[in-house]
């Protein structure tokens, strides 16, 4: 970890085991860095290379005992963008070359969350974010102490999508994106995923975070598809080609 990181000694605490979010048959708990700590995007960047993420003012990671079923994993942006994109790739982007990014600070803001509660509604109403409110999107989106950046992806000034973006000493990793749901043809999903890999290469940052692979989940089944990528197993990042 960096100094920063050693210098204030850190406490964890499990939640009490409840019902997966992702595997309905699993029992999950979580580990989350002490709420009385003093975080930072530096403790969050040293954090990061062992497995956590972020949820609004807090760091977390699976602490399960018996399934190890959640596997952080990583874009090295640079290997990935030094070979020829896949032709699905080399579409989506074509497809989405008509949008307008824009980069705005994070801050509650009422056209994203008329976005994401139209989204969340119509594509996760079977989850555990459903029903929307602007209370939960304050406290998973939106923290006092992370470095975060809201992308807007518009078309001719309409919103199609948001991807929620944390920058850290070692990379941005993709917090949670957003988007249009009768603009499924565009993959607005996957292109931000694109767009934040070439903006990860801009900022000539190493990583881009994607959070945790479940293989047995088809929701996080997209993540497969970037390769090369970095899996953190038995506490080692692996490449994977």
Known sequence: MTQEAKTEPLKFYATPPHACSYLPQETAVTAFVDPEARLTPGLYSALALHGFRRSGEHIYRPHCGSCQACIPVRIPVADFLAQSLSRRFRRINA?????????????????????????????????????????????????????????????????????????????????????????????LGTYAVLWQIDETMRRRLPHLYLGYYIRQCRKMSYKRHYRPQELLVNGQWTLLR
Do not use: K
């Open 95 to 187: 497809a989405n070359a008509d949008l307008d990014v824009r980069i705005r600070m994070a801050e509650f803001n009422p056209e994203h969350y008329a976005l994401y509660a139209r989204y969340v509604s119509l594509r996760h109403h079977d989850g555990d974010m459903y029903p929307p409110s602007e209370t939960q999107y304050r406290n998973f989106l939106l923290s006092s102490w992370a470095d975060t950046e809201f992308v807007e992806f518009r078309l001719a000034g309409r919103l199609l999508a948001v991807a929620v973006t944390d920058i850290m000493n070692n990379g941005l990793s993709a917090l949670y994106t957003f988007y249009e749901p009768d603009e499924e043809a565009r993959s």
